[in-house]
Structures are given as structure tokens and as C-alpha cells.
């Protein structure tokens, strides 16, 4: 089966800097994305890492350590909106190419 | 606007009594998802289409269809639905299959 594992709530202040990790297990290993998703609304694409390192997008980066099955999302300079939920997901590098999400994290950024 | 567009955005409806719910994307990508979120279980995959006529089963396909006739369109089909179908669905498409694009949701509650 596939499991990934991240953190269910995390708290921060305005202006400060938050990282929310993931580690998976999964049969076959393609690439890991993170979605944000505000309460009520869609997720939304963030950003995918297929290869090891660093990916960077303005305020936000996610980081992928293929050998550790491991991953994070980094958040800079903490806005008030980015108070959501996050999630990781794997793509699998099955014939279908499936997407396996984590249970999400919640973010609270407190001023 | 390249868009997902999920119809209906809320649902009342009574056990059996076949519903579908409808997935439109005008972006031309070839990859479409249903996935259905539950409270601390994340986002879960139903079915999957890699093109028009290719359609794949995802973790929670019991009790649900699916068609992929036309590239744009990706309906979900409850034949007999149950109690325990109650939650919000999302349609996502993808170009490569790496980020998707989600649809705004659909609340289903069936008493």
C-alpha cells in the first residue's frame, strides 16, 4: 500500500518562516507535489519535485531527498493568507500515474 | 479562463437514485481525476482517465463509473448511492500529470 505522513497542524507567526515535512512509502516513486487548500475552496498546484533538491517559487520552496523518501514544503515571510491547509502527493511511477495524497497539514498563522 | 468546471456545486439527493455529477475542462489535457475528501482523510482518488476512452480504477472506486468519450469531459456516475457517498468531490485535469488543476467541488450529502 501507499502512506505518506505529514504532520496534522501547524502554528507560526506573521513574518516568520515555517517548514512542514513528508515522508512516504509507496510502491514506485515518480514525484512529490504539494497543493494548498483554503477551508471551502479547491486545492491548489504548488510546486513538484521529481528530482532531488531544491525548488524554489517565490516565498514558497519544497525540497525532495529521493534516498529518504522525504520531503518538505518551506513557507518565507508568513502572510496571514497562507493560513490553509497543505498537502503532499506522490506520483507514482505506475502505467497510470496516480496521485496519493497525504491527510494535510493545517497552518495557522497567527499575527 | 483555463478552468475545470464542476456541475453541481451542491448536492441533496436520496439513497438509489442514480446522480451524475458533471467535469468539464477547457485546457485540452489529457489527464482527468475524481478524487472525494473526508475530514482527516485527505483527498482519496476514485478513477483516473490518461486520454479519451482510457479510464483506471484509484483507491476508492466501489460504487462509482466513469466515462472519458471526449477529451474535455470526465462525469462521475453514482448508479445507487449511499450514505456513506456523502462527501465533497473534485475533479482535477493535468497536462502531464505532474500538477493539477482542480474544479471548485461538489457537495454530496444522500440521505
Known amino acids: 500500500g501507499q502512506s505518506l505522513e505529514q504532520p496534522s497542524e501547524v502554528t507560526a507567526v506573521e513574518g516568520a518562516i515555517v517548514q512542514i515535512n513528508c515522508t512516504y512509502q509507496?510502491?514506485?516513486?515518480?514525484?512529490l507535489s504539494w497543493y494548498q487548500q483554503h477551508d471551502g475552496g479547491a486545492p491548489t498546484f504548488l510546486s513538484y519535485?521529481?528530482?532531488?533538491g531544491l525548488e524554489e517559487t517565490g516565498r514558497f520552496s519544497s525540497f525532495l531527498s529521493r534516498s529518504d523518501s522525504y520531503g518538505y514544503l518551506l513557507l518565507q515571510e508568513l502572510q496571514m493568507k497562507d493560513s490553509a491547509s497543505y498537502f503532499c502527493?506522490?506520483?507514482?511511477?505506475?502505467?497510470?500515474?496516480?496521485?496519493?495524497f497525504g491527510s494535510g497539514t493545517r497552518l495557522q498563522v497567527q499575527p | 479562463e483555463a478552468q475545470v468546471t464542476q456541475n453541481p456545486r451542491y448536492l441533496i439527493t436520496v439513497t438509489g437514485k442514480k446522480l451524475t455529477v458533471t467535469c468539464s475542462q477547457n485546457?485540452?489535457?489529457?489527464?482527468m481525476s475524481w478524487y472525494r475528501q473526508d475530514p482527516g482523510l485527505g483527498l482519496r482518488q476514485i478513477y483516473y482517465?490518461?486520454?479519451?476512452?482510457?479510464?483506471d480504477k484509484g483507491d476508492v472506486p466501489e460504487g462509482y463509473k466513469v466515462s472519458r468519450k471526449e477529451k474535455r469531459n470526465f462525469p462521475l456516475i453514482l448508479e445507487s448511492p449511499s450514505p456513506n457517498q456523502t462527501s465533497l468531490y473534485f475533479c482535477?485535469?493535468?497536462?502531464?500529470?505532474?500538477?493539477?488543476?482542480f474544479g471548485s467541488g461538489t457537495r454530496l450529502t444522500v440521505v
Open positions: 502527493a506522490v506520483r507514482l511511477d505506475t502505467g497510470r500515474r496516480a496521485l496519493t
Open positions: 485546457m485540452n489535457h489529457e489527464y
Open positions: 519535485n521529481a528530482l532531488d
Open positions: 482535477a485535469s493535468s497536462f502531464s500529470g505532474n500538477g493539477y488543476t
Open positions: 509507496t510502491s514506485g516513486f515518480y514525484g
Open positions: 482517465s490518461m486520454n479519451v476512452e482510457v479510464t
